[in-house]
């Protein structure tokens, strides 16, 4: 937490908002999506589908794979504590919802379904694109499944698997927007990135969750906006987004959302 504490710190000192961003794609981005007020009516379906977990009081035992909890001391868990304590935030939900509907991403991929609260988020941002997503617990996995169908979220495929058995089981797919949001161990993560480049296209973006959860996790993000094949990326604290737009010039943001 000390860590976190340090960063937010840093961030409150270098973040802007629109008036600090000269790239006309990212300042569209920022203004048209992130900042956008509307009061979209599938948010109604969102916050249904959240509180429908929230009276979810199953008890299931999770399969962590990643750097585990800091909140839940044993891995049998209510399924409503999961919502409310480990599942992507409200104001998270709807930005990824906005991101998808702003970009029409078609293809989209995420690690770490969870109880499929961004899942749905990104499914109904995009009713005509298609999402690849991947749990390694069984048991989670279950419950974001009954969700999709209660939901009537066709879109969705669901992985039951490790996530590395599946990335390499992707073949020559790509992906027009990846969310990256299970393990949260640098090398895990990196290894996660260096893999899926080979999944991109110029448009595609990648969203990373909790860039700074610990020391190794901004150590991580750090590398990859670094890399040679990222030119824009924006780190709102929460998250980190990078993209690979040859025709940006290589330049990093801090957004304050």
């Not at 279950?142 to 669901?158: G, H, R, V, Y």
Request: aromatic share 12%.
């Amino acid at each position: 937490m000390q860590h976190q504490t340090k960063q937010y710190i840093k961030f409150l000192k270098n973040s802007t908002n629109q008036h600090g961003v000269h790239s006309p794609f990212i300042y569209n981005l920022v203004t048209k999506c992130f900042y956008n007020k509307t009061k979209f009516t599938d948010y109604k379906t969102l916050s249904q589908y959240r509180e429908s977990l929230y009276n979810n009081h199953t008890i299931i035992e999770v399969k962590d794979y990643g750097a585990g909890s800091r909140i839940f001391k044993s891995n049998k868990r209510k399924v409503s504590k999961i919502a409310k304590t480990a599942g992507v935030t409200k104001k998270r939900a709807k930005l990824l919802y906005r991101i998808a509907n702003y970009l029409q991403t078609d293809n989209m991929l995420e690690l770490g379904t969870s109880l499929g609260l961004a899942t749905a988020a990104l499914s109904l941002g995009n009713k005509k694109g298609n999402i690849t997503t991947m749990e390694g617990c069984p048991e989670t996995a279950a419950i974001a499944k009954q969700q999709f169908q209660d939901f009537k979220l066709k879109n969705i495929d669901i992985k039951v698997n490790d996530f590395t058995a599946e990335i390499n089981d992707l073949k020559n797919k790509n992906f027009d927007l990846i969310y990256i949001d299970g393990n949260h161990q640098k090398e895990a993560t990196l290894s996660y990135f260096n893999t899926l480049l080979n999944h991109i296209h110029n448009d595609s973006l990648m969203i990373f969750d909790d860039i700074h959860w610990s020391e190794e996790m901004t150590e991580a993000w750090q590398e990859i906006i670094e890399h040679k094949k990222v030119t824009a990326s924006i780190d709102c604290f929460y998250w980190g987004i990078v993209f690979f737009r040859k025709e940006q010039v290589k330049e990093h943001f801090v957004i304050r959302l």
